[in-house]
């Protein structure tokens, strides 16, 4: 079945500085891969996503870039900021709506 | 976007018990739901896949006589933890996608949070 690894584990930035967090993938035949934010108690809520026909996808502070070949995705958070601490989740959808989640990524933004 | 209720929010009970958990998607019908379970500072393990009018299709290791799967109309889906246990304390959240035919996002119920003591 599909594995998504997800790196790094936890990831501490100045708030202002970039942020990137990466995934792979095993199934190929994965084509839709959405990122989550959870903070603490609360539910995991879509931040971005993106699907296997598309390499890159923006929505203000947030990217999400896509290699199919090499089964590599990537998000990225610029200008971060102290309301973006919070827990991220990479995810590949295996087809019929299954989810695969990442491990997770802690992410701490230092004022 | 989409509404997916859970209910309870927190249940306490105790050790042999059963505890009945409902996943209810408020604006859309939803003929698949999602249950996972989140253990402390860790991922979302998918532990089966609820399937409106048909058996749940379980994930590897999980105990489908453990965990049972009800989803009895295209609005509801339940799991109920049977014969509880210490180590079923954990966080139980569902989802439900709204869309058909194209994989998108998946929205989350605000998870239970069990604990047997």
């Known amino acids: 079945g599909e594995n998504v690894e997800q790196h790094p584990s936890t990831l501490s930035v100045q708030e202002g500085d970039s942020a990137v967090i990466k995934c792979t993938y095993s199934?190929?035949?994965?084509?839709?891969f959405p990122w989550y934010k959870q903070e603490l108690g609360k539910r995991p809520q879509l931040i971005i996503d993106?699907?296997?026909?598309?390499g890159e996808k923006k929505d203000q502070r947030i990217a999400v870039t896509l290699n199919k070949t090499a089964k590599h995705f990537s998000l990225h958070i610029t200008e971060t900021q102290p309301e973006d601490s919070a827990v991220y989740f990479c995810a590949a959808d295996t087809g019929g709506f299954k989810t695969i989640f990442g491990a997770g990524t802690r992410l701490f933004v230092k004022a | 976007g989409a509404v997916v209720s859970q209910h309870p929010s927190r249940v306490i009970c105790k050790s042999g018990t059963s505890v009945k958990i409902e996943c209810r998607s408020l604006?859309?019908?939803?003929?698949?739901m999602f249950w996972y379970r989140q253990f402390p500072k860790q991922s979302l393990m998918l532990m089966a896949t609820s399937n409106e009018g048909s058996k749940a299709t379980y994930e590897q290791g999980v105990e489908k006589d453990k965990f049972l799967i009800n989803h009895a109309s295209l609005t509801l889906s339940t799991l109920t933890v049977t014969s509880a246990h210490p180590e079923d304390s954990s966080f139980y959240i569902c989802s439900a996608s709204r869309d058909r035919g194209l994989r998108g996002e998946a929205f989350f119920g605000q998870g239970t949070r069990l604990t047997v003591v």
């Open positions: 604006d859309f019908q939803a003929t698949t």
């Open positions: 199934d190929s035949a994965s084509n839709y």
């Open positions: 993106i699907r296997s026909n598309v």
